[in-house]
């Protein structure tokens, strides 16, 4: 079972659209996948619940972050693929519990000076942690140079960053509006394409596949 968790200390990122997207992703190609929602706010918790009846998976939980190891533990037994995590921006400690028990972080960011300076917080989530890294470009113009400029700025602060982009499709806020995923509401359009590519490139992320955690996991 691999565990993604979508960290940023900043809100506004979109990690609640990459958490349910990359989830969807994974349910398409036929993986058993589990959101754990452990963000306060509960976004990706009440997308599920107002969908459940029409479209039951991927299935989304609301865990705490103390409890999220006994609910790994029942996501294993249960013989999950996938558990991808959404976090609070607000608890570098909450943060710091939930990335021990991940394989591999996904950083979403913006592609703004403001997103970028705000990075540091979570670089040193990123650090602490000592876990694998990817950043992922979210809400990416769709023209322009700046996704390019903010990846270079990414670089340059030693994360990883995956080669695809979500750029910022009206498609995945109008899913959301709809208690969807894209692969529901356009599963042949650009966006969903993009959240498909995203999740390949981490499944194939080599870090992620010899990360510490696994390996103890798959002895424990």
């Known amino acids: 079972m691999r565990i993604i968790a979508l960290i940023s200390q900043k809100g506004g990122v979109g990690k609640t659209t990459l958490a349910i997207n990359l989830a969807a992703a994974a349910h398409e190609r036929g993986k058993g996948v589990i959101i754990a929602d452990t963000d306060p706010q509960q976004s990706t918790y009440r997308w599920y619940l107002a969908r459940k009846d029409a479209h039951p998976l991927p299935y989304a939980a609301s865990v705490f972050a103390d409890t999220l190891p006994s609910f790994l533990d029942k996501a294993r037994a249960n013989g999950a693929d996938y558990v991808f995590i959404d976090t609070s921006p607000n608890s570098t400690e909450e943060s710091l519990a939930i990335a021990d028990q991940s394989d591999l972080l996904l950083v979403p960011c913006g592609p ?6 705000a990075l540091k917080r979570t670089e040193n989530v990123v650090r ?10 979210n809400l990416c113009p769709a023209y322009g140079t700046e996704a390019d400029q903010a990846a270079e700025a990414l670089t340059t602060l030693g994360l990883d960053v995956c080669p695809h982009r979500i750029t910022n499709r009206a498609s995945a806020r109008r899913a959301y509006a709809l208690n969807q995923s894209v692969f529901d509401y356009e599963p042949g359009g650009k966006c969903a394409h993009e959240f498909n590519a995203v999740f390949r490139f981490a499944c194939d992320y080599e870090p992620m596949k010899t990360s510490s955690h696994e390996k103890v996991s798959a002895h424990g």
């Open 128 to 137: 602490l942690s000592g876990k694998p890294a990817l950043a992922v470009l």
């Open 112 to 117: 703004s000076f403001i997103d970028l300076r």
